[in-house]
């Protein structure tokens, strides 16, 4: 267990910081194989340490994680009031805009703009910003931001601009640009390939275009 956790859990009755421990332990080894589980278990944890910001930031990534966006909202902003950090403005954004509430994600992003946030979290706040644009129907406004983006953060971590490259790309995809989009995930895979699935969209596309081929063979 991390040691931030444990010296967390210092503050509980020894028997208590055992269960709970345990529940969050669980918690974490569940979350990416079977999330709805992991939130249960979080969700025990939160009942008997619901004041611990580590219980509450378990039961905000498990129920993200399990797609549960309203308890995840609940708990993701109780937790930026406890902990006073705006790193939870992109995850708040981005539960809005998975309950169909584009216009109050652009109000979170825009809790954001006006301080300085680590790099990692401007990005996410921008890419969020930019979903929710597109949500709106604004595609040419979300494609705007995140290529200003793209060209503010040249100097920015590989992954940061993977995450970028890969959103826009992503926006391109679902317009239909087929070749633009190709090129921008291609811009993703190299900035950092272990950053986004990018290289699967272009094996798959690859793909696509010797499946196309077979075809036209075929027909002569």
């Not at 905000?60 to 399990?66: D, L, P, R, S």
């Not at 929710?132 to 200003?148: F, M, N, P, S, T």
Request: glycine residues 6%.
């Amino acid at each position: 267990m991390p040691r931030a956790v444990k010296a967390e859990l210092r503050g509980l009755p020894a028997d208590l910081a055992e269960k709970v421990g345990g529940h969050l332990l669980m918690a974490g080894q569940l979350i990416d194989t079977d999330p709805v589980e992991a939130q249960r278990y979080a969700a025990v944890a939160r009942r008997h340490a619901a004041r611990l910001p580590v219980v509450r930031e378990a039961a905000a990534e498990t129920a993200y994680a399990a797609e549960d966006f309203a308890a995840a909202l609940q708990d993701f902003r109780t937790l930026r009031r406890m902990t006073g950090s705006d790193e939870y403005l992109p995850v708040i954004a981005d539960c809005l805009r998975a309950l169909g509430k584009p216009d109050e994600a652009l109000a979170t992003a825009r809790e954001g703009s006006g301080g300085r946030l680590p790099v990692a979290t401007r990005v996410e706040l921008r890419i969020v910003e930019a979903g929710a644009r597109e949500d709106l129907g604004q595609v040419a406004e979300a494609k705007r931001l995140l290529r200003k983006a793209w060209d503010a953060e040249h100097n920015s971590p590989a992954e940061v601009r993977a995450r970028l490259a890969y959103a826009y790309a992503a926006v391109l995809e679902r317009e239909g640009n087929t070749a633009d989009s190709r090129a921008w995930f291609a811009r993703a895979a190299d900035a950092d390939p272990e950053a986004t699935d990018a290289a699967d969209h272009l094996r798959v596309d690859r793909t696509d275009d010797i499946e196309v081929e077979f075809d036209a063979e075929g027909e002569e």
